[in-house]
């Protein structure tokens, strides 16, 4: 499906036929009992009835009509769990019908979930001199939500609602529930943008008309994409997909080129060593050697020469002391940014023996965690927010301590010494979305699930006391300088003494199970839910 790109404050429904489900009533025999031409529509039939009494017979017949059919309406088929998702989205709701409102609010008090209240605005045909097709209700309504008509979208069942909606300049969809419907006044395609069968389609719809949070893409939006996406070339080893931090590319018969892309504009007293760091992290995870750094440096307006040379000399010290090469880029000051943004661009190489795939991942395999988690939250939080932090009572020595965890966010050391043994199946740098989306991406593109112990997941005491005070869970803090690893249960020994040799903290919190997409949680062995973040705790703060 082909969706449009405009964003939405509202949505606007038919009633009857797209909230309620078709009437059961013999509409046809009641066009008859007012002689009403069955190629005509009723509402226009008896506006132009030239006889006043005729004209109020009819009236007071239709009312009757649509009143016994309000008795008996159910509501369509999810179309009650669809007001509430809308709700929860914080849109505006309305209902622009042909129906009298007498009828509507009969309707209404067949439904279990959802009444008059949950919509913003109603407009039956008692409330517009010029119902559907003519625009005038959806122009109406739009005005009544202090919003533009084409900032919302119209749903309904009937040919009258597209036209209504596409002259105010709404974004349509055409509820096709019962086929056959919109072919009765059209003798040429009906111009809706969307055409749907049911209700879910429609929540689809609309996540991707609205505004979303700071942070990264959701993964369930990607998926979308990559769903619709082929690839075709055999030399990339490693595919695009939710998960998946890093391209490889077969550039000669043994070595492997691995690419990967990040955008960095958190932390902007050290923007530049964690503009290397953070694609370096990833390039390791794949079991390669990060070799040749591109970067784009944006600046905003009025930044001075000496802090830009500062940030590009930062970023030229961290490039050598990983022995990574800055090859160049490109800097600009703009004032499409506030804040300095860096995007950096790495290659790494790795031999294909080598090469480190999480589609290898395996039932048994151990899932052993570096270091502690929110590490790179924690530095951000306590140079970005430092003051509050003070103000709420954390000691200056923390504070600064929690400062310096900005050294740690290197994964680099952990990475090599996981990639020379054997048994590694797969690792994962922590950032967006912390512990919780970084292990739920990893069973993703592992293609497993993995049960994890609560109980066992490290978290440094500054790091638990700093989300205390700023009321944030660390489980979904941003976390680089943490890496996941899944190595086979024989050489996972092997593997925790190296790295705990090197100075590294390193703990097994969970391992793989059978096949499949999830994370079972155990807290003192009994179960618990595995949480969820739509974006990283960190963005909170920064909104």
Partial sequence: MEYRPAPVKAVLFDFDGTLTMPGALDFTAFKRSIACPADQTVLEFVQSLPDASEQKTAWKKLDEFEMAAAETAEPNRGAEDLIRYLRAQDLRLGIISRNSRAAIDRALKNFDKVTASDFDVILARDD??????????????????????????????????????????????????????????????????????????????????????????????LEEFFDGFTFEDPSVLIQPGVGEDTAAVDVSEEEVLVLKSDPITFATDAIGQYAVLVNANDIATAGAKPRWLLTTLLFPCKSTGAEILQTMQEIQDICRQWDITLCGGHTEITDAVT???????????????????????????????????????????????????????????????????????????????????????????????????????????GRHRIRVDMNRIPIFPQTEKLAHLMDIDPLGLIGSGSLLICCRKNDTDTLINQIEDAGVKVTCIGEVTESGQGIAAERDGRPVQWPSFEVDEIARLFK
């Fill in 128 to 221: 517009t001199a010029k119902p559907k097709p003519h625009p005038e209700g959806i122009l109406k309504a739009a005005r009544s939500l202090d919003i533009e008509a084409g900032q919302t979208i119209i749903v309904g069942d009937f040919i009258f609602d597209i036209q209504a909606g596409k002259a105010a300049g709404a974004v349509t969809v055409f509820l096709d529930n019962h086929p056959g419907n919109h072919k009765d006044t059209a003798d040429e395609p009906i111009p809706w943008d969307y055409c749907i069968s049911e209700f879910d389609t429609l929540k689809k719809i609309v996540r991707m008309a609205l505004p979303l949070p700071a942070g990264k893409f959701p993964n369930d939006l």
């Fill in 339 to 445: 804040r300095p943004v860096i995007i950096g661009m790495l290659t790494g190489t790795v031999l294909k023996k080598n090469l480190v795939d999480k589609r290898d991942i395996q039932t048994g395999d151990r899932v052993l965690l570096t270091k502690a988690i929110a590490v790179e939250g924690t530095a951000i939080i306590a140079r970005e927010f430092h003051q509050q932090l003070k103000y709420l009572g954390m000691a200056e020595t923390d504070i600064e301590t929690c400062k310096q965890f900005l050294s740690q966010i290197s994964i680099l050391k952990e990475a090599e010494i996981a990639a020379g043994v054997g048994g590694v199946s797969a690792m994962h740098d922590i950032t967006e979305g912390g512990l919780a989306t970084a292990l739920n991406e990893m069973s993703f593109s």
